[in-house]
């Protein structure tokens, strides 16, 4: 079965850096588009930054320049570096992998989430 595993979220002020990592666990041949997802109270999911297997990346316009998300195939990892944080950015972040290749099939997954909180 396969679990994506997010760390790094916290409690950081306006202006500071976080270090998002989310691992891909389970017997797995390959993995598309991985990416990070943001949602804060009362709104919708959405998408803040996606990463191709060959490194292609796709940004939300709000945190284009400031946000960086990179992944390790080898260790099926993606990972997304937060600088120049503001309180705007407060929301819980969600690792997804799309067409997973494992054992038994594929299939997209979901971490359960990591709250990231910028105080002002």
């Known amino acids: 079965q396969v679990q994506l595993v997010e760390s790094g979220g916290g409690l950081v002020q306006a202006g500071g850096s976080l270090r998002l990592s989310c691992a891909a666990s389970g017997t797995i041949f390959s993995i598309s588009p991985m990416g990070w997802y943001r949602q804060a109270p009362g709104k919708q999911r959405e998408l803040v930054a996606s990463?191709?297997?060959?490194?292609?990346?796709n940004y939300a316009d709000s945190v284009k320049g400031r946000f960086t998300i990179s992944r390790d195939n080898a260790k099926n990892t993606v990972y997304l570096q937060m600088d120049s944080l503001k309180p705007e950015d407060t929301a819980v972040y969600y690792c997804h992998a799309a067409r997973v290749v494992g054992r038994s099939g594929v299939g997209d997954y979901w971490g359960q989430g990591t709250q990231v909180t910028v105080s002002s």
């Open positions: 990463i191709s297997s060959g490194g292609s990346t």
